[in-house]
């Protein structure tokens, strides 16, 4: 048995396994003795468990320190002969005799150093001290007699085995090295390849042949540019590894790989070089990068979708959802996320939904299609339809709910009110006097009134949802075609059954001889069939209404006599409407003719009496060509007169609506006519009561022509005295007024039984007064119908010889808006005519008719330009070919090639050409229009003054600027 001092030393042993290890290990690394041997711990924990093990045994069977005697037979010691087993495995390994020595020293001393440490006393020290040292001893006695009685054939021979086993354990690891695959590099202190694997070789150099790289330095000498500053960061961060992702261009191909670079070290743990290992994931990128695109799609769509989408965890609660479904429920989504879904079913569908989101987690349901009746957060509600399907994941587990939520609140109470409609049309056709029934596209039968249940004695309840003709065995006894059927056919053998029977439009009226119906014989009835309309126009159905005229055709004769006269009348009818209209056209086509031929030399009389004014005449000179544009300008005002009246006539005027100054509206009015007043030393007033908003709604152009129509009357029929303005309203309701006019002047008069011949076009109240004062009577006449488009209505009050007042009325709203600007005439004068033009301008004038390209042409030169001129379309374009022009003044109504056509032709072949202004006899409603559509500028009716023309440069000189 161990002395209680041996069984001391025993457990200090067993217990320190790992100091040892570690002890030794560090002896063996500051004397470079893991050069020759592994750096692996658990290489030396094996050599420390076999060592200790061995000293346990020792301690076990003696008592007392192991001597040595020199008879003594070590080959049979237990020590020794551990001794002698590690020589035979040292010796496999290559391990020499001194160096296995030399290892023992740092063994023994490192089982020495424990004893010391350990905290003994003095005895106990020596005594465990010496008991080592003798251990130790007969260890390197069986180790070296081991040694020593080797042949020299059997140290070859070993040696031998030795090197093939080294051989074959370098080919075994440089086999596997090789076969890895993934590329993998071993990279020098210098960063210089040292050597690679197969799958390395092969994609940067494409060497295929395993192992040719490991023998052929030749081919590994490149460095690795392509990681060159993951290297320096790496060498200069002390750290053992980093791993990181790159992409590498090789050859023609990109790559992606996961890089990871180890420090390798030696033996004695000093560094060696570098192992490279590359990953190749660009597969997985790509996989990656696609999953990720279409989780951004997916994304995109959740969010942009214009349905609501939640998703409902396996507990109900809502994990997700996404802005429209915010929208939809009212509710912030950090509120609405943890929420269970049925919290926002409305109550009186809560249970319902609670049940089938339940058994949908049961996997009792599937899927779900249904209307549901939500609850908003705020508290109100709405109709929406759901989508809900059960999500599961790749392993078949249960992940949750998606729904999609659809507001349908407006489809459904379309619905409702597509019901109600239809109830009511239902009692409407049971309210009809006549038999009525009605079908659907597929003829079913879906409305069937009391007058037809008392006509066939076939209940609506026993007719409703049939088809294939059931509705005609009432009346035939059989299943047939009959006239409501004819709205989807077109068979002639139908017809031929019927006495009469006519196409209007899309109804069918027949008559037809039933010889017996509801037990009466020989009925006579009279049908009606037209076609039942969707929203869209499309047909889904068809209605008929029966009448029995049995009673009516004792007197068919005079029926048939009535008819015929009826369908006479009606053809003359539509004759004349026909003629109508074709008379409307001719006389929309005289007056746009008309308006084009006068104002031609109009232009003509106008522009060279306006250009006349700019000389320097004498006053009767002057006179006379005041005198000759006066005339112009009366006639033009006739001329204009007339088109505004085809105008509304023709329902072609509209009528602005836009806030107006009233008060500046009628001083402007006034002052159009004060010349003419003074000259006959008449005096002009207004007045408006308190009353009256001062900022209205609505056209001030058309209520100044009717207030210039009317002071122009009072004026022309008034010698001595004056005329009145008079303005009264009264609120109608909200901020609607009926604002009143009354026009008193102390005129002539009208006497009363003249009076019904105001307000008609081309009228005045007599021959004698047309010869005396002039006028087409027409002023009058648009007046009345303005007044009526502005919801009002006109009349007069006069006594002959003591004057005569005017009353007109017009609806208006008043407003707080700012009034619109008033467009006042461009004036300038001789000496201003030339000034803010741009000189340079390069102009061509397109005119066929010589007078009028003299006239433009005087204007042009009187405000500093000059002109080429085109007589039609083709010489415009011949025109631009030869140079560049900045503006081109187009006459619309040219031969060969009219103005509209060359336009179109500019601006396709020179997007960025001349800009174009029309100056046009053409001044009918639409034509303005027609000219900006061709791609011009600018539009000028002829008769155009100077100053028209200077405005019209400056426009389209600031938007070639622009």
């Not at 063994?107 to 440490?117: A, E, G, N, T």
């Not at 039984?753 to 005045?764: A, D, M, P, T």
């Not at 003044?889 to 001349?914: C, F, H, N, S």
């Amino acid at each position: 048995m161990l002395s209680i001092m041996m069984k001391g030393l025993a457990e200090l042993v067993a217990s320190h396994e790992d100091w040892l290890m570690h002890k030794v290990l560090a002896y063996a690394k500051g004397s470079g003795y893991t050069r020759y041997t592994s750096t692996l711990a658990e290489a030396w924990r094996t050599s420390i468990s076999g060592l200790s093990q061995s000293l346990l045994e020792c301690l076990k069977n003696q008592s007392r320190v192991p001597e040595l005697l020199p008879d003594e037979d070590y080959t049979s010691d237990p020590i020794a002969t551990f001794g002698i087993l590690e020589a035979k495995r040292h010796r496999s390994r290559g391990v020499s005799l001194g160096m296995f020595l030399g290892l023992m020293k740092y063994y023994r001393q490192s089982y020495i150093d424990l004893v010391v440490q350990a905290g003994f006393g003095i005895e106990e020290v020596r005594l465990f001290r010496l008991t080592v040292d003798r251990f130790f001893d007969r260890i390197e006695l069986g180790f070296c007699t081991e040694w020593n009685r080797l042949t020299e054939n059997q140290t070859i021979m070993e040696l031998q085995s030795t090197n093939r086993s080294m051989t074959n354990e370098k080919n075994k690891y440089l086999t596997i090295f090789e076969s890895i695959r993934d590329p993998v590099f071993l990279i020098d202190k210098e960063n210089r390849i040292g050597n690679m694997n197969q799958a390395a070789s092969e994609l940067f150099f494409g060497i295929s042949v395993p192992g040719s790289t490991y023998y052929d330095n030749q081919t590994t000498r490149e460095s690795f540019s392509w990681i060159a500053d993951e290297l320096v960061e790496l060498d200069a961060s002390g750290q053992m590894e980093v791993i990181f992702e790159k992409q590498i261009t090789i050859g023609k191909g990109i790559f992606q790989f996961q890089i990871k670079i180890k420090q390798m070290l030696d033996v004695s743990e000093k560094f060696s070089g570098k192992i490279v290992m590359l990953n190749d994931i660009t597969e997985r990128k790509l996989a990656d990068e696609a999953l990720r695109d279409s989780e951004l799609r997916l994304r995109t769509i959740f969010d942009t979708s214009g349905a609501g989408i939640i998703i409902v965890d396996t507990k109900g609660q809502i994990t997700q959802a996404n802005q429209r479904m915010t929208e939809l429920f009212s509710c912030p989504l950090e509120a609405m996320i943890g929420t269970p879904y049925p919290a926002f079913v409305h109550p009186d569908e809560r249970q319902e939904g609670t049940r089938i989101m339940q058994a949908m987690m049961e996997n009792k349901v599937d899927t779900v299609h249904t209307q549901r009746h939500y609850l908003r957060k705020d508290g109100s509600d709405f109709w929406g339809y759901l989508n809900g399907r059960r999500m599961v994941g790749s392993n078949g587990e249960f992940t949750g709910l998606l729904g999609i939520i659809s507001d349908i609140t407006d489809n459904k109470r379309a619905l409702e009110a597509l019901r109600d409609s239809e109830q009511r049309l239902s009692d409407i056709i049971d309210f009809l006097p006549d038999a009525t029934f009605a079908v659907d596209r597929e003829g079913k039968v879906i409305a069937w009134n009391r007058a037809i249940e008392e006509m066939t004695s076939v209940q609506k309840a026993e007719m409703m949802g049939k088809n294939n003709f059931a509705y005609t065995i009432p009346f035939y006894g059989e299943r047939r075609p009959i006239l409501i059927d004819l709205i989807f056919m077109d068979r002639k053998e139908i017809e031929e059954k019927y006495y009469y029977i006519l196409r209007k439009g899309d109804q069918l009226i027949a008559e037809t001889f039933i010889p017996m119906l509801n037990g009466r014989k020989g009925v006579f009835l009279w049908g009606i069939a037209s076609p039942l309309y969707d929203s869209g126009g499309s047909v889904v159905g068809a209605i008929e209404s029966i009448r029995d005229i049995s009673r009516y055709k004792e007197n068919e004769e005079d029926l048939q006599i009535t008819n015929r006269q009826l369908e006479i009348a009606t053809e003359h009818a539509e004759q004349m409407a026909e003629q109508a209209r074709q008379a409307n056209a001719a006389k929309s086509e005289f007056l746009a003719n008309m308006s084009h031929e006068i104002r031609t030399p109009m232009n003509a009389v106008i522009g060279m009496t306006n250009l006349l004014l700019y000389e320097n005449l004498n006053p009767r000179q002057k006179e006379c060509v005041e005198t000759i544009g006066n005339s112009g300008e009366a006639l033009l005002s006739i001329i204009n007169n007339i088109l505004d009246l085809s105008k509304i006539e023709g329902g072609m005027m509209e009528l602005e609506h836009q806030p107006f100054a009233l008060r500046s509206t009628i001083e402007e009015s006034l002052h159009l006519i004060a010349a003419i007043a003074s000259e006959k030393g008449l005096n002009m007033a207004y007045n408006i009561d308190k009353n009256t908003p001062r900022v209205i709604l609505g056209d001030p152009t058309r209520l100044r022509q009717i207030l210039i129509n009317l002071l122009s009357n009072a004026v022309k029929f008034t010698e001595k005295g004056g005329v009145v303005i008079s303005i009264f309203s009264r609120k109608l309701e909200k901020d609607n007024y009926e604002i009143h006019f009354a026009v008193m002047d102390t005129g002539i008069g009208i006497p009363e039984e003249k009076l019904g011949r105001l307000f008609q076009s081309f009228s005045q109240v007599d021959a004698s007064t047309t010869r005396r004062y002039g006028g087409t009577g027409l002023g009058l006449v648009i007046s009345k119908k303005l007044v009526e488009m502005m919801d009002g209505r006109i009349w007069v009050e006069s006594e002959a010889g003591k004057g005569s007042t005017f009353h007109f009325t017009i609806q208006a709203n008043s407003t707080l808006k700012d009034p619109i600007d008033t467009l006042k005439p461009v004036f300038c004068s001789e000496a201003d005519l030339q000034k803010n033009l741009d000189h340079d301008l390069c102009i061509l004038l397109a005119e066929d008719n010589k007078v009028n390209q003299m006239v433009t042409q005087r204007m042009l030169n009187k405000l500093g330009y000059s002109a080429d001129v085109a007589v039609n379309g083709n010489e415009v374009l011949q025109a631009l070919e030869r140079q560049t022009y900045d503006v081109i003044l187009m006459d619309v109504l040219m031969p060969e090639m009219d103005g509209l056509e060359a336009t179109k032709a500019i601006r396709q072949r020179w997007p960025d050409g001349p800009k174009i202004i029309a100056m046009t006899a053409s001044a009918l409603e639409g034509d303005r229009e027609k000219c900006m559509a061709a791609g011009m500028d600018c539009y000028l009716t002829k008769p155009a003054k100077i100053e028209d023309l200077k405005s019209a440069l400056l426009f389209v000189a600031s938007k070639r600027n622009n």
